[in-house]
């Protein structure tokens, strides 16, 4: 497999093509915009599923493989570019008090450390919340990255391995003969390669939707909240009613999430910001003292039951897709990029793709 095209230079995308590169293949990146700076840098980056016990085992095997491997991708990003992902294990609370029972038989089931804990455990891992729950569940392992920094990293690492990145290039066609695709067709021209992975997040379907069975991927709307904080103002990622805390290392704590299907409109509501405020300083209310630096909103793709599109087209020879991962693109991104790119190469894949195929029952 000589060039490799990838449509899309989002986190799924550059992580695809750094697989790639590292396995020698000669890669070019479409990216309709600037690389990384959609749902990747839009999002929180926990290196987790939110309330990971709701998803079906296919999304846990890839969260699993990809959280084995992130320190390690971390340190070989910094060290390798000089920007530093902030990988930081600082641990997640989850407050769900009804679905205790099924969070011990998921961690059980998949070997994963899940405790509960009571409000005093609770104070004393986060002091700064407001009412610790009597009947929280704690994850220690759980890790973040800063998501911004990480799509930097990428971005300078595809640099080095010779990967070329063409942005302000929106592809509008597959070019194909017969049953194979050939490569894309972009503002800029033709450009023919040996197999094309679309990485596009939630503008896949458009590019795939004259194909047989197109994924059914959408966009949805998510706004975040971002306060100026102090270094260890609050020191626990907390879980609650799908609106989480995240501190960062430099005392920066971001606050969301909403989940709005507003199609591909990217405008962040003063609705939505007083909803996150309200919210985030009744349960941190030392976050009142901090001003809110940024306000911001992505649009995340969904899937069926959350569960993304790995694989080779059914039909069509050389094309495949890595896609729709959600709120999970982050946590799934290094077991997705290394899946399809051993789909891709023919070698033994790391997983079984079989519940990520196009055609694959979700949910």
Same mark, same amino acid.
Not at 13 to 41: D, K, N, P, Y
Not at 99 to 119: G, L, S
Not at 197 to 212: E, F, H, P, R
Not at 323 to 340: D, Q
């Given at each position: 497999?000589?060039?490799?095209?990838?449509?899309?230079?989002?986190?799924?995308?550059?992580?695809?093509?750094?697989?790639?590169?590292?396995?020698?293949?000669?890669?070019?990146?479409?990216?309709?915009?600037?690389?990384?700076?959609?749902?990747?840098?839009?999002?929180?980056?926990?290196?987790?599923?939110?309330?990971?016990?709701?998803?079906?085992?296919?999304?846990?095997?890839?969260?699993?493989?990809?959280?084995?491997?992130?320190?390690?991708?971390?340190?070989?990003?910094?060290?390798?570019?000089?920007?530093?992902?902030?990988?930081?294990?600082?641990?997640?609370?989850?407050?769900?008090?009804?679905?205790?029972?099924?969070? %011990?038989?998921?961690?059980?089931?998949?070997?994963?450390?899940?405790?509960?804990?009571?409000?005093?455990?609770?104070?004393?891992?986060?002091?700064?919340?407001?009412?610790?729950?009597?009947?929280?569940?704690? %994850?220690?392992?759980?890790?973040?990255?800063?998501?911004?920094?990480?799509?930097?990293?990428?971005?300078?690492?595809?640099?080095?391995?010779?990967?070329?990145?063409?942005?302000?290039?929106?592809?509008?066609?597959?070019?194909?003969?017969?049953?194979?695709?050939?490569?894309?067709?972009?503002?800029?021209?033709?450009?023919?390669?040996?197999?094309?992975?679309?990485?596009?997040?939630?503008?896949?379907?458009?590019? *795939?939707?004259?194909?047989?069975?197109?994924?059914?991927?959408?966009?949805?709307?998510?706004?975040?909240?971002?306060?100026?904080?102090?270094?260890?103002?609050?020191?626990? %990622?907390? *879980?609650?009613?799908?609106?989480?805390?995240?501190?960062?290392?430099?005392?920066?704590?971001?606050?969301?999430?909403?989940?709005?299907?507003?199609?591909?409109?990217?405008?962040?509501?003063?609705?939505?910001?007083?909803?996150?405020?309200?919210?985030?300083?009744?349960?941190?209310?030392?976050?009142?003292?901090?001003?809110?630096?940024?306000?911001?909103?992505?649009?995340?793709?969904?899937?069926?039951?959350?569960?993304?599109?790995?694989?080779?087209?059914?039909?069509?020879?050389?094309?495949?897709?890595?896609?729709?991962?959600?709120?999970?693109?982050?946590?799934?991104?290094?077991?997705?990029?290394? *899946?399809?790119?051993?789909?891709?190469?023919?070698?033994?894949?790391?997983?079984?793709?079989?519940?990520?195929?196009?055609?694959?029952?979700?949910?």
């Amino acid at each position: 497999m000589n060039h490799i095209i990838i449509v899309g230079g989002g986190a799924i995308g550059m992580l695809t093509a750094l697989e790639c590169a590292r396995a020698g293949a000669q890669v070019t990146v479409f990216e309709r915009g600037e690389t990384g700076r959609e749902s990747s840098w839009a999002g929180g980056g926990i290196v987790s599923p939110l309330f990971p016990w709701r998803y079906l085992d296919s999304v846990t095997r890839l969260a699993s493989w990809s959280q084995q491997v992130y320190p390690e991708l971390a340190d070989e990003l910094a060290a390798d570019t000089g920007i530093d992902p902030e990988y930081t294990p600082c641990g997640l609370i989850l407050i769900a008090a009804d679905e205790t029972e099924q969070a %011990m038989a998921w961690a059980d089931r998949h070997q994963r450390v899940v405790e509960q804990i009571n409000a005093a455990t609770f104070a004393e891992l986060e002091p700064k919340a407001a009412k610790p729950a009597d009947d929280a569940l704690w %994850m220690p392992t759980v890790g973040q990255v800063r998501n911004p920094r990480m799509v930097q990293a990428l971005r300078v690492r595809l640099g080095q391995l010779g990967v070329t990145v063409r942005t302000q290039s929106p592809v509008g066609t597959l070019l194909h003969d017969g049953d194979r695709c050939t490569g894309v067709r972009s503002a800029t021209g033709d450009t023919e390669g040996d197999a094309v992975i679309v990485c596009a997040g939630a503008w896949s379907t458009g590019l *795939l939707s004259d194909m047989l069975s197109p994924p059914a991927i959408e966009p949805v709307r998510g706004q975040m909240l971002l306060f100026r904080a102090k270094p260890g103002t609050i020191s626990r %990622m907390v *879980l609650e009613q799908n609106r989480y805390v995240i501190p960062r290392r430099d005392g920066r704590t971001l606050f969301g999430s909403t989940i709005e299907h507003a199609g591909f409109d990217k405008q962040t509501t003063e609705s939505a910001r007083d909803e996150l405020y309200e919210i985030a300083t009744s349960r941190f209310p030392v976050l009142k003292a901090y001003e809110v630096e940024a306000h911001w909103a992505g649009l995340r793709p969904s899937s069926p039951a959350g569960v993304p599109y790995i694989g080779r087209h059914p039909e069509i020879a050389g094309l495949y897709v890595n896609a729709g991962h959600f709120r999970n693109g982050i946590v799934l991104g290094p077991a997705s990029a290394r *899946l399809v790119t051993d789909l891709v190469l023919g070698r033994d894949p790391i997983i079984d793709p079989t519940s990520y195929g196009w055609t694959a029952a979700r949910g």
